[in-house]
């Protein structure tokens, strides 16, 4: 496959070109709320919420998930919220049309309008479309990563933000075996 360039290169196991790709600030609304943040010194908490799992009232049972996601969801943040100087950051990767089930940032909005009012400045939502790159910068601002989808947590991963999945699927597991800790 690489030809000539074999001889030359040295080859290395990858497992999703997403670990190479690069990020590319956005510099929009969220990126400048939370460098400011980030400035007051908290523990930046980013979260990945899958409007797959989210929207879906069968992703339960077609997932085969041992617990409700919403409520799984809204317990998480609460767990974060008890500890002091912590901001969470609802943090979309797939970008589908309003109201399609896929949507991350209808999920994202969905837990933000359920927990804002409870966790006032401590909660903040991405309210800006970003591309693939974009997405992997702002996961480069958090502290500490959870995702729910799979290339979420390769771009924290990737850029050495210490990351959590929360896998419905096996293909997880591949890829944080694949990172040398």
């Known amino acids: 496959l690489l030809g000539k360039a074999a001889d030359k290169t040295t080859i290395q196991f990858i497992p ?5 790709l690069d990020a590319e600030n956005p510099d929009n609304t ?16 980013g979260f990945n919420i899958s409007g797959l ?3 879906d009232v069968e992703a339960k049972r077609k997932f085969g998930l041992k617990s409700d996601y ?5 317990e998480i943040i609460k767990l974060f919220m008890a500890h002091q100087n912590t901001i969470v950051v609802l943090i979309p990767h797939v970008f589908a049309q309003t109201g399609y089930i ?9 837990v933000y309008q359920l927990l804002a009012d409870k966790y006032p400045n401590e909660i903040i939502l991405t309210e800006d479309t970003l591309n693939h790159k974009q997405v992997k910068y702002l996961i480069s ?5 959870l995702g729910s989808r799979m290339h979420s947590c390769i771009a924290a991963l990737s850029q050495s933000v210490p990351a959590i999945g929360l896998a419905y699927s096996g293909k997880f597991i ?7 800790v």
């Open 70 to 74: 919403q409520q799984l969801v809204s």
């Open 30 to 45: 969220v990126i400048k709320q939370l460098e400011q943040v980030k400035a007051r010194g908290p523990v930046i908490v």
């Open 16 to 20: 999703d070109v997403a670990f190479v």
């Open 102 to 110: 896929e949507s991350d940032p209808d999920a994202c909005r969905k």
């Open 141 to 145: 601002r958090c502290d500490f990563f």
């Open 53 to 55: 799992l989210y929207n």
């Open 174 to 180: 591949g890829v944080f075996d694949s990172v040398a």
